[in-house]
């Protein structure tokens, strides 16, 4: 019904960037909130930062100043630009949406797309 396709992971030394994209398909009410979520190896998946269709964002602590997420509405896609990493960013990446359908968010998840910050 709805499917995420990711973009943008890597290798890449610390303190430089990457740029994750996701594009979302499928059965997209306008009222939505689409965002990304990192799991490290033996740790949970936690929310890195999310963007509401009227433009709310908000972010986890441990990117705040480093990492701008972002949305295209016309194309149900979001961004999140990321800079200065660290290797506490590795990790895999995953895009979520959720979608309010009749009063409830239901929510869809990607596929994910590795992160691998070292030297």
């Known amino acids: 019904q709805v499917q995420l396709v990711e973009s943008g992971g890597g290798l890449v030394q610390p303190g430089g960037s990457l740029r994750l994209s996701c594009a979302a398909s499928g059965s997209i009410s306008s009222i939505n909130i689409m965002g990304w979520y990192r799991q490290a190896p033996g740790k949970q998946r936690e929310l890195v930062a999310d963007i509401a269709a009227f433009g709310s964002r908000n972010y986890a602590d441990s990117v705040k100043g480093r990492f701008t997420i972002s949305r295209d509405g016309a194309k149900n896609t979001v961004y999140l630009q990321m800079n200065t990493l660290s290797p506490e960013d590795t990790g895999v990446y995953y895009c979520?949406?959720?979608?309010?359908?009749?009063?409830?968010?239901?929510?869809?998840w990607g596929q994910g797309t590795q992160v691998i910050v070292s030297s």
């Open positions: 979520n949406i959720k979608i309010l359908y009749g009063g409830t968010y239901r929510p869809y």
